[in-house]
């Protein structure tokens, strides 16, 4: 961390603004004295350091970080990438996986059927959402306990592991059977059930933020390493912007950013990006090419009466097709 001291600043007050940031933090720091303004280096662990609280000190002009605040996430500390077992698959090892399954599990017949295509189609996990975040109250809601027990089945048929969303901490001990446990959008800033899961020995699949930036996705992944869990994935699901034709913007850089920042595995999501089922299979093209250790894709076997997210959901016929490009797309770029 870089500060810049005011030109007006004294010899003394430099020497104790010096000795607090030594005492309060545990870094060194030193001193270059220019001939118009005194810069001080911190040196050692700056992620303690508040820098709002530096930058409103009498005799600052500016701060500036040069290290990230993210530990654990940052590749820098960890420089080969993480590979995690979840369910017996292995996700960020250079292979492609695919998540695929409907955005609701809705009943037995559907999450099997779906379940028992997308396994032939070449998908490597079930999806599918028991506990919805829907943003109208009065919208389908999920089949919550019901329908975690339908995944449990539809995995025992497949062999396919599941993957689904937590909305509460609370729940934690009921998502035990779970192979992936979810973080949706809403909740990526759920500080006190990140901690939560930090204290788990399970993949979590921690999706961006609808507003958030990169170093906040990051913290939040910090927030369950921190804990203790080592096994995040992050997943890029579109983010807000101006743009309305589709449902979010897919932010594609992000996924190159992130694998250079972090060693986490990065798994896209195309389906909440655009909200529109004919987009789905270009933008996984485009994740793929972009560095994309996975994708995760919203199937329903029929989509205009799908409980929910029907106009982003592929056909189970339409994903075949998909997956059979992604896949050849991915085998071009290894070989
Ligand atoms: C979902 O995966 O069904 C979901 C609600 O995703 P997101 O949190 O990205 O909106
Ligand atoms: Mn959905």
């Known amino acids: 961390m870089i500060i810049v001291l005011k030109p007006e600043c004294t010899k003394e007050q430099q020497i104790l603004f010096s000795e607090m940031l030594k005492e309060n933090y545990d870094v060194k720091v030193n001193v270059w004295e220019g001939v118009h303004s005194t810069v001080l280096g911190l040196l050692g662990d700056t992620t303690q350091v508040d820098i709002e609280f530096i930058d409103a000190q009498d005799v600052v002009e500016s701060v500036k970080r040069v290290q990230e605040p993210y530990k654990k996430a940052n590749r820098k500390f960890h420089p080969e990438n993480t590979v995690i077992d979840a369910g017996g698959v292995k996700i960020g090892d250079g292979s492609l996986n695919i998540m695929a399954g409907p955005c609701s599990v809705e009943s037995e017949e559907q999450i099997i059927e779906i379940a028992k295509s997308v396994k032939k189609s070449g998908a490597t996990f079930l999806r599918g959402g028991a506990f919805k975040p829907r943003t109208s109250p009065y919208a389908f809601q999920g089949l919550k306990a019901e329908g975690l027990d339908l995944l449990k ?3 025992k048929e497949t062999g396919l592991p599941i993957v689904t969303e937590i909305m509460r901490a609370s729940h934690i001990d009921m998502f035990e059977p779970v192979d992936i446990i979810q973080v949706g959008a809403r909740n990526m800033q759920n500080f006190e059930l990140l901690k939560e899961l930090g204290k788990i020995d ?3 699949l921690l999706k961006r933020g609808l507003s958030a930036t990169i170093e906040e996705w990051l913290m939040s992944a910090e927030y369950i390493m921190s804990g ?16 309305n034709f589709t449902r979010n913007t897919l932010d594609i850089s992000a996924i190159p950013i992130v694998k250079k920042l972090s060693h986490l595995p990065v798994v896209v999501d195309p389906s909440h990006a655009s909200g529109k089922s004919w987009l789905v299979e270009k933008l996984s ?26 106009a982003q959901s592929l056909t189970p016929k339409q994903f075949d097709k998909a997956a059979k490009k992604i896949f050849k797309m991915k085998e071009a770029l290894d070989s």
């Open 228 to 243: 203790g869990n080592s096994k995040v994935i992050l997943c890029e699901r579109g983010i807000r912007t101006y743009e």
């Open 153 to 155: 089945i539809a995995r």
């Open 285 to 310: 093209l485009a994740a793929v090419a972009a560095g994309a250790d996975g994708l995760i894709i919203e199937v329903h076997n029929d989509p205009p009466h799908a409980l929910s997210d029907g």
């Open 202 to 204: 399970k993949p979590i």
